[in-house]
């Protein structure tokens, strides 16, 4: 009984794992193209935006809220990563775009912490405010300049090393720092604490504003830095870019099995959301599944997701 | 039906059967073939230690959980309810443990929520009948003999106050079977003693009433029988009058010590505050207890001490800690009443210890992973703190476990003031004995300790001078002369100003 019961709940929080293996068998029997290596590449190369921006939206989840401006940082960051590069070189324009995510995340975080709106109406906010912002900016035009961007960062979205594209190395690299500082630190313990209930971790001396605060930069980082790995791949700033991609992060982290509610979560269960975000929608594009039918299939995985979380919730 | 239920009624049938009932939680055994039979019109006092499975069984038997195996009856009836609403629609009511209200409503919504009277406006719309609504409301709180403002949101009332609403909802249904889980754990005398006379009423009209305590002197004077549960096992039965020692014996398995403390002399003055009324001193090695009735301000006070700010204007004031990060830094520790204040459910048991002290545990390479398992060992084994997994969430923890861990939270660091809200609420007698002693230790050792308890005789056994308050004033003092007691204390508190 106890064993067959801890072996129900290990195969119930592996689901998430189990749905993307299953989905990539499905995908291989269907299409030989599935494991080709350009497939493949192609695949990871999708994943990596949506990774690094799901890896702060998992600390605000955990963190007890929600953030649905990301899709809209991930634009205005590439057009004023674009716009700097040309002025004053590829650096300054890389952290230009990191600072103009770090900053909405900072502004997000100050009106949920200090003026206690509520996430979902401050973040809805902000989404069409940047997203306003970044085609003010830009007059609605991509951000190209004269003889395009600089080469050094298109060939950042290019190029490989040992056949890996830089990109998805960042992306790597960027959820080792992260899951290092959510599951290793006393700051990752914090947010554990305060998303699982506020006031205990406010009586137990954890400083839930600042902390609440810092996730919503940290998801402002993430997100700026999504968009300027997007504008390298689209070699360009685009103010559209990212739209509809909070959702999508949103669907990733729930995916991945963590709480809506907040206080749970693992990182690397995300990054196995993203994956089959990916691999859903590039498997349907293998098939030829036409868009529209694409955004029904999504929009239906999201849903069995919720439901597939509901159903761990009770089992553990 | 009319038939049978005049059968019962006259004569004393079981009403309630509950045959080899287990239950499993992962690998934890909760319940383990526990069969248990309820006279009609009787009230059963379900007793145990943490964990035992009291809240489990009920839970089963109010359609919480299902049961793994076994099987329940009613009236001789097959009876699981697959929801707790389906329970209830059968006359099944519990108060749970763990309250729930909705904060954002009025007391009276929240005691009605249910089966809210409704009337037609212009005869036509439906809608809520607030009148009716607050009548009932009224009437029912007014049966406790409570005094609590019907249209005041839920939020703003007291821990006791709550517990009183939530029993007040269960009364308002049409019960036969009420199961009340530890309702006493924070009300004071004389509430606890109104509710008694609404039980024993309630069973003099036939209601069938299941009531788990961990006071035993509440069993003496409430319960018909009463059923012993250890780890998930019936260890005894037995009907009035009750033989304190044999009960005992056979929650814990052990006869019990419970005298607490050492000699402690006073020495610096750890904290003082001035208050309307006069001082409010402790020093180290000494306990301060403070008493007073519902609504005495208690809990505020403590809050204050430990850093929390209510947001009135004017409570700037160097007497109190800055914020609560300060107040820990400073060694001082909290113990609110309410574990979901003070333990963050989802998290496990070893998180929960270090979340206070967590720089302390971490270096520059993140949480030094080996030194908290030290610590957290450590304080497990100290407090005795089952079941010993240090990664168990602290949901999975019956409720006397949960408070032991809160204990555990302030252990971990530099500890030299206490502030305790209630702090034996819902513990067993084993662990009450043992927090006692820990209190009693802390102070002997030097510490100092500010207690709050509507649990007269434990206020007065620990407390070195107990502070009479009253809507947050000092309204006299009992020192341990040769008044000290429970009489002087009263009469201080009942008073009028
Ligand atoms: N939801 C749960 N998940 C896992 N284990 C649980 C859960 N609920 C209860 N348990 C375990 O079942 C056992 C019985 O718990 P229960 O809450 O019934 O105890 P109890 O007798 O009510 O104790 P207390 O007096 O502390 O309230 C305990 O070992 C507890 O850890
Ligand atoms: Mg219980």
Redesign the interface.
């Known amino acids: 009984?106890?064993f067959l019961?801890?072996w129900r709940?290990n195969v119930v929080n592996q689901i998430p794992a189990l749905v993307l293996v299953a989905m990539c068998v499905a995908s291989t029997l269907m299409s030989d193209r599935f494991l080709s290596s350009t497939n493949i590449t192609n695949v990871l190369l999708q994943a990596a935006v949506l990774a690094v921006i799901s890896v702060g939206m998992t600390f605000v989840v955990i963190g007890g809220g929600f953030d649905l401006s990301v899709g809209s940082i991930v634009g205005l960051s590439g057009c004023v990563a674009a716009e700097v590069m040309l002025r004053a070189g590829i650096f300054a324009g890389v952290v230009s775009g990191i600072a103009t995510g770090a900053a909405v995340g900072l502004a997000n975080g100050l009106v949920i912490a200090r003026a206690n709106v509520s996430p979902f109406i401050a973040t809805l906010g902000s989404m069409v405010f940047v997203r306003g912002l970044a085609l003010l900016m830009t007059k609605g035009a991509p951000v190209v300049g004269d003889d395009g961007l600089p080469a050094g960062f298109i060939w950042f979205g290019t190029a490989r090393l040992f056949g890996i594209p830089w990109p998805v190395l960042a992306a790597i690299f960027i959820f080792a720092i992260f899951a290092?500082v959510l599951h290793?630190?006393?700051f990752g313990?914090?947010v554990?604490?305060t998303g699982?209930?506020r006031?205990?971790?406010?009586?137990?001396?954890?400083?839930v504003r600042r902390v609440t605060l810092l996730v919503y930069v940290i998801c402002g980082i993430t997100a700026g830095i999504a968009g300027v790995m997007l504008a390298a791949r689209l070699q360009s700033g685009q103010p559209t870019a990212g739209e509809f991609y909070e959702l999508t992060a949103i669907a990733a982290v729930v995916l991945g099995g963590a709480?809506l509610h907040g206080?749970?979560g693992y990182l690397y269960k995300t990054m196995i959301g993203v994956l089959i975000m990916t691999v859903l929608t590039n498997s349907l594009n293998l098939m030829g599944v036409d868009s529209y039918w694409q955004r029904i299939a999504i929009g239906v995985v999201i849903v069995a997701a919720a439901a597939a979380d509901q159903l761990r919730a009770k089992v553990n | 039906m009319d038939s049978r239920r005049d059968a019962l009624d006259g004569g004393a049938m079981t009403h309630i059967r509950i045959a080899n009932v287990s239950k499993f939680f992962g690998a934890t055994c909760a319940l383990s073939d526990v069969s248990l039979e309820v006279k009609s019109g009787s009230i059963l006092a379900l007793l145990g230690e943490n964990g035992a499975g009291k809240s489990t069984l009920i839970k089963i038997l109010s359609g919480i959980y299902p049961p793994d195996a076994g099987r329940i009856e009613l009236d001789g009836q097959p009876a699981h309810f697959k929801s707790l609403p389906e329970a209830i629609a059968a006359g099944v009511v519990l108060v749970p443990q763990e309250l729930r209200v909705a904060g954002a409503l009025s007391v009276a919504e929240n005691m009605l929520l249910g089966y809210l009277p409704s009337r037609r406006v212009a005869g036509l719309l439906p809608c809520v009948d607030a009148r009716a609504m607050k009548e009932s409301a009224r009437a029912i709180l007014g049966d406790l003999d409570v005094n609590i403002d019907v249209d005041a949101r839920a939020r703003d009332l007291t821990f006791a106050e709550r517990q009183l609403v939530v029993i007040g909802r269960a009364l308002g249904h049409k019960t036969r079977i009420l199961i009340l889980d530890e309702p006493t754990a924070s009300l004071e005398r004389r509430e606890t003693e109104r509710l008694f006379t609404v039980l024993r009423r309630l069973r003099n009209q036939g209601v069938t009433i299941i009531y788990i305590s961990h006071r035993l002197e509440e069993v003496d004077i409430l319960a018909d029988e009463c059923a012993v549960l250890r780890d998930g096992r019936l260890a005894a039965m037995s009907s009035a009058p009750f033989e304190r020692n044999d009960l005992i014996h056979a929650m814990t398995g052990r006869e019990l010590d419970l005298q607490a403390g050492g000699a402690r002399s006073a020495g610096d003055v750890r904290v003082s505050v001035s208050l309307p009324g006069g001082a409010l001193t402790c020093r180290q090695g000494e306990v301060i207890g403070l008493g007073g009735l519902l609504g005495s301000g208690a809990t505020e006070l403590l809050r204050r001490l430990f850093g929390v700010r209510s947001g009135r204007p004017g409570e700037r004031n160097s007497e109190y800690p800055r914020d609560v990060p300060a107040a820990i830094e400073n060694g001082v520790g909290f113990v609110p009443g309410e574990r979901a204040l003070s333990l963050v459910m989802a998290l496990s048991v070893r998180d929960n210890i270090v979340l206070p002290h967590i720089s302390a545990f971490c270096t520059a390479s993140g949480r030094d992973e080996q030194k908290i398992t030290a610590a957290v060992v450590r304080l497990m084994t100290l407090l005795d703190i089952r079941p010993h997994n240090p990664d168990m969430p602290v949901r999975g923890l019956s409720g006397g476990n949960q408070q032991k861990v809160v204990f555990a939270k302030w252990l971990a660091g530099r500890l030299d003031l206490l502030l305790l809200d209630e702090p034996t609420n819902g513990v067993d007698i084993a662990a009450k004995a043992h927090i006692h002693r820990y209190i009693a230790d802390f102070a002997s050792s030097g510490g100092a300790v500010i207690l709050s308890s509507s649990d007269m005789p434990e206020l007065l056994g620990l407390s070195d001078c107990v502070v009479a308050l009253r809507q947050g004033r000092v309204v006299g003092r009992v020192s341990r002369d040769n008044t000290y007691g429970e009489a002087s204390l009263r009469a201080l508190l009942e008073t009028a100003v």
């Open positions: 009984m106890s019961g801890r709940t290092w290793k630190t006393a313990t914090r554990f604490a699982g209930s006031e205990a971790a406010f009586l137990s001396g954890v400083p709480a206080g749970e």
